[in-house]
């Protein structure tokens, strides 16, 4: 058969400095079953007409389920999922379109008595993609070993079945029933590829929720009060619970179904439903709403459904009204699509309910609402506008994402649920970690990679129950679903400003992000503002910020291509040469007396740091992310007493020192200037230090005497341990500035880069810090 190209309109690229990404796409490979054979029995022009039916109805269904058409090979179409964008379920709507195709091949009629009948491969992978060519008819869009994985899984599949790999599988289970086969033999690959085949859609059941709920006492306190109030002073509210993926949204809900029946001793009705992937049935969640009202269940036979319909709205309506609303309500939760049909049982059921909140209290939640169709918000406005007008005891909770697009009335009340604490983190992971029969002790090292988020926390713990290696705890394939979709809700400026940040070690400053992009000093602001706003950033101090969890940093920076990724991470460390160094300096031989008076002027040191300024405060605290600034005073005939100020940042990175510095000029009378290059590092005592060396990675330089002893120092070469100060009485021999990277030496001593290896420097060891062993008592 004859090649056939769409000549798609292109988009022009996104405007942001990434314009490829590594992704994990899912890859849809169709080929049509002895196309040779019917294309030699066929008319040129009725082949013609085969292929046009055939495209025709493949690329409709594809793009029904937001799939990109790259290319048709022949009679074959590879299609891509999650290319430029992702919601979390790029596998569930490959196989969804996978079985479409098979059924709508199946329906439509092809020419003469032909029949076709196709494979589908589904296949799930990393692939590099070019966004720019990301539109349906572009070539070389993705390349990755799951391309042709996905051609090689339609060979495998029966005709008019739809095959997946184990990573499609994974990612689908729960949303499609499938059927694992014997694992085949592929060339060139050992051992055997497992393969699946698809079924067909499963409707999700419920979460499991029958352990304790940690946290969120408050959260839940403000939510059952402006419940109450809305019952009892019969004034309907709108209550939105934002969080992310993962967060426990769900969870709460369900402690909220579980604790609140009663108000003033009168029973609460609770009508709940979830807004699930499934974008062809647009009202779903509204007949979900009937379906919980009435008691029927999925899988009842029409007789069930209208005998319990009918005893659901005997008390609200009159007979007559009863017997023509049940025809329309039943088609409406056979087929709750956006028909005219389905959207006139959708104003049945809104009548229900409103006229049930006139007899008993009524609160209506929707789980997932960001995932509803327009037609779905209209639904749940009107039932709220008219609620509020008839002054009913009815409240409505909707959950969603923060970067959902607010289209909530102006009186709702909005209710964050941010990450756990560390303590309550911990008491959920070893409660996990107790019922899935795995050691406690792995909560201490899942702690810091759960991020605070209840999700991430069980998907781990599952992870390891699958087999996951306890050793390198890999990112769990849920975690990273969820992670990407938060990614591609942000527009291009403000995705790289995140991708950038990845890259750079530590607390992340503007200033670094903007060399990183190369952009002009103070670009990238509003978008990390923008990224503190929708809940993927937090603030460190002044204009510092941290990622609100680990598998966020990881993914984002994993997103990036190795080339792309090297370069930001070297753009950020770039330094321009540090010319304060007086190369004819040398160091003291004498090292075990330097070591001696360094340990000597120990309590002195301690003394001089409790007179810190304010960079050193809040440095110990728990929690704390500030750094304190290191100072050192060095005096000597006809020399004032003088500050080192910290480097912007000082980070070793392959061998070498990268040094960004900024330090305001000193003024032309400064004795220290006398001699040296114009950029220094000595200033006055009272001169600011800087705020921009905030950076968790870097590495601290040392102040040391060209003669005489070596001024001691508290600071260690570890970059959390930033606090340390110079001694309140340091030595007042004559002496010369040099600067000196910590090195870090054996034995917990301080070596000095550039120096001969037997020069070294006593440092005082750093703090060794351990996880509590009695967390479980302070939880």
Known sequence: MTTIIVDAQRTSTPHWPVPQERRTVTVLFADIVGSTALV??????????????YFDTVAGVLHRWQGVVEKYVGDAVMALFGAR???????????????????????????????????????TGEVVVDLGSAVSGGHGVASGAVITTAARLQEYAPPGAVALCAATARATAGLITQRQLTPVSVAGRVPPMPVWHAVGPVRPGTDRHDGPLIGRRRELATIRDQLSRAIREQDPRWISLVGPTGSGRSRLLHELTRGLTTVDGMPVRWCVATCQPYPDQVMAPAAELLRGLAGVRHGDGPAVVHDRLVAALASLFPPERVAAAIPTLQRFLTTPDGSSAALAGAAICRD??????????????????DRAAPAMSRFLHALFSTATARGLPLALITLHQPQWADTRPSPARRVTIGPLATVQSGRLLRHLLTRAGQPVTLADRLLHLVGGRPGHAAAYVRSIMDGADRMTLPLPEAVRQAVCAELDHLDGERRAVLMAAATIGGVISGGAVDRA???????????????????????????????????????????????????????????????????????????????????????????????????????????????????????????????????????????????????????????????????????????????????????????????????????????????GHWPAAPDRSPATIRAVPAVPGPA????????????????????????????AASA
């Open 352 to 369: 229900v309910l409103l006229r049930l909140a006139a007899h008993q209290p009524l609160i209506v939640a929707v789980d997932d609402v």
């Open 85 to 123: 964008h992702s919601d979390g379920f790029d596998a569930y709507r490959a196989v969804r379109a996978g079985l479409e195709i098979q059924a709508a091949l199946d329906r439509r009629p092809m020419v003469g008595d032909s029949r076709l009948r196709v494979r589908v491969g589904v296949a």
């Open 517 to 723: 992009l190369g952009w002009a000093s103070g670009r990238s602001a509003p978008a990390l503002r923008g990224l503190v706003a929708a809940g993927l950033l937090l603030p460190r101090r002044a204009d510092g910020y941290a990622f609100v969890a680990p598998a966020l940093r990881q993914v984002a920076a994993e997103r990036l291509p190795r080339a792309l990724r090297a370069v930001f991470g070297r753009r950020a460390a770039e330094a321009p040469p540090l010319n304060t160094v007086r190369p004819d300096a040398a160091l003291p031989r004498d090292h075990a007396a330097a070591d001696r008076a360094g340990s000597g002027r120990a309590a002195a040191d301690r003394a001089g740091s409790d007179r810190a300024g304010s960079d050193r405060a809040g440095s110990d605290r728990p929690g704390s992310d500030r750094a304190g600034s290191d100072r050192a005073a060095v005096s000597g005939s006809g020399v004032r007493r003088a500050e080192v100020v910290p480097l912007d940042v000082v980070r070793a990175r392959d061998g070498r020192l990268d040094v960004v510095l900024a330090v305001p000029p000193s003024g032309p009378t400064d004795p220290l200037r006398r001699g040296l290059p114009s950029s220094t590092m000595a200033t006055s005592p009272t001169a600011p230090t800087g705020g921009a060396n905030r950076s968790l990675g870097f590495r601290r330089l040392r102040a040391v005497a060209s003669a005489g002893d070596v001024p001691p120092t508290r600071a260690s070469a570890t970059p959390n341990n930033a606090g």
């Open 40 to 53: 030699d029995r066929l008319d040129p022009e009725d082949v013609r007409a085969l292929q046009r039916a």
């Open 748 to 775: 917990g001593r301080t070596a000095a880069a550039g120096a001969p290896p037997d020069v070294v420097r006593t440092g005082p060891r750093p703090p060794l810090i351990r996880w509590p062993t009695g967390l």
